[in-house]
Each structure stands twice: as structure tokens, then as C-alpha cells.
């Protein structure tokens, strides 16, 4: 199983921006690099839902109530995944949960990070 650690999350105003990371603490880097990832989000009193994966090889895809405003990334080398997210909205608000994909599935997530957009 792999160890993924999230954090970034917090209060941010609609319109505004925050940068989410998890990391991969006992994963060597040889290893990350070969991984698929992902982040899901799921809002109070709705289903967990995918918002962005990115493939060992580099090969994105969004949601589309994120695309334009959500870019994921990967820093193999600091075995870190990120989630910038941009021009937040009051339906943004979910706990967001990093993952390592298998054959296009979710197979290890981290424990979550909360974010909140509201004025």
C-alpha cells in the first residue's frame, strides 16, 4: 500500500486560488515515477467525484466543471503531486483526496484535505 500524504487545503475566498500537494513519503523515486495519479473531491453530502489524473507518461484529464481553472503536476524527483487551483468557486468546496491509479482506478488514497470557498 502507499503512503500518500495531502495538505494545502484551507479557507480561501470565491475567486481565489490555493495549491494543494501530496506527497509520497516511502515511495523512492523510481518507483513514483511510474505511477498514475490522481485527485477526487467530495463535497458535504455528495459522492466522492474525480476532479483531475495525470499518467505516468504525462497524459492529463480534467473534469469538466474544473478544466480552465485546475492544473494538476508532478515533481517525480520530489515525488510530489499538485493540484493549483484557480478563479474558486463556493462549488468547490470538498474534502480533496489524492490517489495512485491502477489500470484507470483508484487503488491507494490519502487521508483528504479540506477545502472551503466561501467570502
Known amino acids: 500500500q502507499v503512503l500518500l500524504v495531502e495538505s494545502g487545503g484551507g479557507l480561501v475566498q470565491p475567486g481565489g486560488s490555493l495549491r494543494l500537494s501530496c506527497a509520497a513519503p516511502?515511495?523512492?523515486?523510481?518507483?513514483?515515477?511510474?505511477?498514475?495519479m490522481g485527485w477526487y473531491r467530495q463535497a458535504p453530502g455528495k459522492e466522492r467525484e474525480l476532479v483531475a489524473k495525470?499518467?505516468?507518461?504525462?497524459?492529463?484529464s480534467y473534469a469538466d466543471s474544473v478544466k480552465g481553472r485546475f492544473t494538476i503536476s508532478r515533481n517525480n524527483s520530489r515525488k510530489i503531486l499538485y493540484l493549483q487551483m484557480s478563479n474558486l468557486k463556493p462549488e468547490d468546496t470538498a474534502v480533496y483526496y489524492c490517489?495512485?491509479?491502477?489500470?484507470?482506478?483508484?487503488?491507494?488514497w490519502g487521508q483528504g484535505t479540506r477545502v472551503t470557498v466561501s467570502s
Open positions: 516511502r515511495t523512492i523515486f523510481s518507483v513514483f515515477n511510474t505511477f498514475d
Open positions: 490517489t495512485r491509479e491502477r489500470i484507470g482506478a483508484p487503488t491507494d
Open positions: 495525470i499518467t505516468s507518461g504525462g497524459i492529463i
